[in-house]
């Protein structure tokens, strides 16, 4: 991220603040008069923008944590080597009907981190998939549906329609166990 972007956010987040506080544009205006003795945010250089957003936190705006309570806010990157995953885990979320603030909540107890985007460990992720899906199961909520993937069998092994050997689809199959005779 440039200085440019990282700017930009900045000024979104007061922008953003501004609105969720209520302030009327001669309040926000007096503000920045008080604070800098400017008229325009644009003005400010970065480390005031980010003294104003502290600001607005000190006068009760919530910050960008209330962001994520908004449906559709996570999103991954293409880049990200665990990106089919983590997409699966947010559909499964999306299916018992959790916003990504609950799935953040539920990711802290689970597996001690809130940021799905930050999460690049294989074996938590396929945890937080097949807990999920069994949720989905439980509830009476197909999981498979729409073409969804289904969980993978072992950590290690990516999920359906990720690749890897074995059938048409691109998944392996568990071999069927046999039941045994007890009499």
């Given at each position: 991220m440039d200085?440019?972007?990282?700017?930009?956010?900045?000024?979104?987040?007061?922008?953003?603040?501004?609105?969720d506080l209520g302030l009327t544009e001669e309040e926000y205006r007096a503000t920045l008069r008080e604070m800098?003795?400017?008229?325009?945010?644009?003005?400010?250089?970065e480390g005031q923008l980010g003294d104003l957003v502290e600001h607005?936190?000190?006068?009760?705006?919530?910050?960008?944590?209330?962001?994520?309570?908004?449906?559709g806010y996570l999103e991954i990157a293409d880049s990200d080597p665990y990106?089919?995953?983590?997409?699966?885990?947010?559909?499964?979320?999306?299916?018992?009907?959790?916003?990504?603030?609950?799935?953040?909540?539920?990711?802290r107890a689970k597996v001690r981190s809130s940021s799905l985007a930050h999460?690049?460990?294989?074996?938590k992720l396929n945890l937080l998939a097949r807990d999920l899906?069994?949720?989905?199961?439980?509830?009476g909520i197909d999981p498979g549906a729409k073409?969804?993937?289904?969980?993978?069998?072992?950590?290690?092994?990516?999920?359906?329609g990720a690749g890897g050997e074995g059938s048409e689809s691109g998944t392996r199959r568990r071999p069927q166990r046999k039941a045994r005779d007890k009499s």
């Amino acid at each position: 991220m440039d200085s440019r972007d990282y700017r930009r956010g900045l000024l979104a987040k007061v922008h953003i603040a501004r609105k969720d506080l209520g302030l009327t544009e001669e309040e926000y205006r007096a503000t920045l008069r008080e604070m800098f003795g400017i008229e325009s945010a644009a003005q400010l250089s970065e480390g005031q923008l980010g003294d104003l957003v502290e600001h607005f936190l000190h006068r009760g705006w919530r910050g960008p944590q209330d962001l994520s309570d908004r449906p559709g806010y996570l999103e991954i990157a293409d880049s990200d080597p665990y990106a089919r995953q983590k997409r699966y885990i947010l559909a499964l979320a999306r299916r018992l009907g959790w916003r990504p603030g609950v799935l953040q909540r539920y990711m802290r107890a689970k597996v001690r981190s809130s940021s799905l985007a930050h999460l690049h460990d294989p074996t938590k992720l396929n945890l937080l998939a097949r807990d999920l899906w069994g949720r989905c199961v439980r509830q009476g909520i197909d999981p498979g549906a729409k073409g969804e993937p289904k969980p993978p069998e072992r950590p290690d092994e990516p999920a359906e329609g990720a690749g890897g050997e074995g059938s048409e689809s691109g998944t392996r199959r568990r071999p069927q166990r046999k039941a045994r005779d007890k009499s």
